[in-house]
């Protein structure tokens, strides 16, 4: 078992940070589809989307996390190869980086613009204010 990354294959870090965050981003869209498919009120969606604050939370310091151990790691990264198949695989996997930091962000941003505030677990990030008219 290794933990760092090297030119043959990722390390155990990768490998956790990769899989944990999969399905923290798969439990989300679960959860999120199932408040349209069945609606908000049921039982299910209650369950999956009640904790979508929390796990959205643990979602971007895990996404914080895993940029910086790929910076850490960046010379002992596998290689995504050569030719057109490789520049399309770093363009994909800068995009979804991109994404899975925009995203986060633009929720808190929203969530700093509306009424409710921003408390992850109960600890309160940001107090409630009046909100900003869009």
Same mark, same amino acid.
């Given at each position: 078992m290794q933990i760092m990354d090297n030119q043959g294959c990722f390390g155990t870090v990768t490998r956790a940070l990769h899989w944990s965050m999969a399905v923290l981003i798969g439990w989300q869209f679960v959860g999120m589809i199932s408040k349209v498919?069945?609606? +908000?009120?049921?039982?299910?969606?209650? /369950?999956?989307?009640?904790?979508?604050?929390?796990?959205? !939370?643990?979602? /971007?310091?895990?996404?914080?996390?895993r940029l910086a151990w790929a910076f850490i790691?960046?010379?002992?990264?596998?290689s995504h190869g050569a030719g057109l198949l490789a520049k399309a695989a770093?363009?994909?996997? !800068?995009?979804?980086y991109t994404l899975m930091l925009l995203v986060p962000l633009m929720a808190l941003i929203r969530a700093?613009?509306?009424? +409710?505030?921003?408390?992850?677990?109960?600890?309160?990030?940001?107090?409630?204010?009046r909100p900003i008219p869009w």
């Amino acid at each position: 078992m290794q933990i760092m990354d090297n030119q043959g294959c990722f390390g155990t870090v990768t490998r956790a940070l990769h899989w944990s965050m999969a399905v923290l981003i798969g439990w989300q869209f679960v959860g999120m589809i199932s408040k349209v498919a069945v609606g +908000r009120e049921h039982p299910v969606s209650q /369950f999956l989307g009640g904790y979508h604050l929390n796990i959205g !939370t643990v979602l /971007f310091v895990l996404i914080v996390l895993r940029l910086a151990w790929a910076f850490i790691n960046r010379r002992n990264r596998p290689s995504h190869g050569a030719g057109l198949l490789a520049k399309a695989a770093v363009a994909g996997h !800068t995009a979804i980086y991109t994404l899975m930091l925009l995203v986060p962000l633009m929720a808190l941003i929203r969530a700093w613009g509306r009424e +409710r505030g921003f408390s992850p677990f109960g600890f309160e990030l940001f107090a409630p204010a009046r909100p900003i008219p869009w």
